[in-house]
């Protein structure tokens, strides 16, 4: 069997570069796209196994590449990258589908652990929901609610922000309470969800049910 091809999109050509690199190395064949319109017009949708793409580039987000794929009938898996700022559009887009987003400066392992897990999922084509839903995010488990349910209310309202997207300062401002005891408050939360990263945590916060707020 030949190496996965794994699609990487991003507008900066020492990130691509740098990329490139660590997955040749891992193993995987790249193909590497310096902007959306590329990438789309290609045929890399049908021949690669995973896309990493940046969710901030001139002319379309990587939210808005996810769903050109979507609305195509592709089911090529995508993760994506960004910085803090931009997590609520990381979490619509894995409320759209995506597998999984990581946080920009991340480690080279998340990176590889978050491609390892898009290529064992299956691809059918019955299984990738319409962009209009919210059924990309799988039914929650036992375990998952009964984690949410140990939660305190304030260690809820925490991570209703974070799944907001919000960072500590404005959900201290929010709550009406300190920096310190939000970050407090998200390692609690952290450790009761049985969390290691943020993205994790978004995702097992959207299949027990928790939504991001409009605005």
Do not use: W
Request: one cysteine or more.
């Amino acid at each position: 069997m030949p190496d996965p091809v794994i699609a990487v999109l991003d507008d900066d050509a020492a990130v691509r570069d740098s990329l490139r690199l660590l997955l040749m190395a891992s193993g995987y064949q790249v193909a590497a796209f310096p902007s959306p319109l590329d990438f789309l017009d290609s045929d890399a949708p049908a021949r690669c196994a995973c896309l990493v793409v940046d969710v901030r580039m001139p002319g379309l987000t990587g939210l808005e590449v996810q769903e050109r794929l979507v609305a195509s009938g592709s089911t090529l898996p995508v993760i994506i990258m960004t910085g803090h700022g931009d997590v609520p559009l990381a979490v619509a887009a894995m409320k759209a589908g995506a597998v999984d987003f990581i946080e920009k400066p991340f480690e080279e392992e998340t990176l590889l652990a978050s491609i390892q897990s898009a290529l064992s999922r299956p691809r059918a084509a019955a299984e990738v929901p319409p962009p209009s839903t919210t059924a990309a995010v799988e039914a929650p488990s036992p375990e998952v609610l009964a984690c949410l349910g140990a939660l305190t209310p304030r260690e809820l309202d925490v991570l209703q922000g974070l799944v907001d997207g919000k960072p500590n300062k404005i959900i201290a401002f929010d709550l009406s309470i300190s920096p310190r005891t939000v970050e407090i408050h998200r390692a609690r939360v952290m450790e009761k969800m049985r969390a290691t990263s943020l993205s994790q945590l978004v995702r097992l916060a959207l299949t027990a049910g928790i939504r991001p707020n409009a605005g």
